[in-house]
């Protein structure tokens, strides 16, 4: 007889971020288990194309545009999700910023600006609108992809890998503070993933020839191999799992 740990059947799942990459994976994987997933992500069209490849699958998916980095998009859109659902069990914090790739000492007010503001401040609300909603209705999960960069800084990454090491205590805080409410938050830790956001990595021969030495495994990650580890966080199977870094990386950080 098959699990039925991994189902999730009657729930409403949030992903920021979705519209590519990870997210995308993250997104299509919890609507192939049942979940009704809500694609969100900066712009409206991408998100509708993954909303109805997901549909088009036979899983049940709609769109809603969202920049995490701007806190009025943030209310508007856990509004709608209050006034279509009334509930919200799942939100997985994907959508992430890097403008910045170069020494830190030439980082620029900008470039810091907006990674804080979307990487640090945008997860923290949405994390807190999240929560509120999960708190009425008996619990939910949180689940943060942050990144290894978090562990090990990243080569020419100083302030993202700043941000990222925050989520990584505010996963933590989250989870101390809301564990009451029935909310688990966790964090997924991906390492060198193939997406178009790490595309500066792969760009650069010597740096993606330097990164991938270094991995174990010998390869750099595909983002259909992230979402597993973000199914398992927000399923029943981790019920008792809550302030948990998982990093998903080769190897490259034992």
Do not use: W
Not at 27 to 42: F, N, P, T, Y
Not at 105 to 130: C, H, P, Q, W
């Amino acid at each position: 007889m098959a699990t039925q740990l991994f189902d999730l059947t009657g729930k409403v799942a949030l992903v920021s971020g979705a519209s590519r990459g990870i997210g995308e994976e993250i997104a299509k994987l919890l609507a192939e288990q049942g979940a009704h997933v809500i694609v969100s992500s900066r712009k409206i069209d991408d998100c509708t194309a993954v909303a109805d490849e997901i549909c088009k699958a036979g899983g049940s998916a709609e769109a809603f545009a969202c920049n995490v980095g701007t806190m009025d998009q943030i209310v508007e859109l856990f509004a709608h999700i209050r006034k279509a659902h009334g509930k919200l069990h799942i939100c997985v914090n994907n959508a992430a910023t890097n403008p910045y790739f170069g020494h830190v000492l030439d980082t620029d007010l900008g470039a810091y600006n907006k990674t804080v503001e979307v990487n640090i401040r945008g997860y923290f609300f949405m994390s807190i609108e999240a929560g509120k909603l999960m708190r009425e209705h008996g619990g939910g999960a949180i689940v943060n992809t942050a990144s290894i960069s978090a562990l090990q800084p990243g080569p020419m990454q100083g302030i993202y890998s700043i941000t990222k090491a925050a989520v990584v205590n505010m996963t933590k805080v989250f989870a101390k503070e809301c564990a009451p409410f029935g909310i688990r938050c966790n964090a997924l830790l991906p390492g060198l993933t193939k997406t178009k956001f790490a595309g500066a990595l792969f760009s650069n021969e010597d740096i993606y020839q330097m990164a991938v030495q270094a991995i174990p495994m010998g390869r750099h990650a595909e983002p259909s191999e992230m979402a597993g580890t973000v199914l398992y966080l927000v399923s029943d199977a981790s019920s008792y799992t809550t302030g948990e870094c998982i990093t998903v990386d080769g190897g490259i950080t034992i």
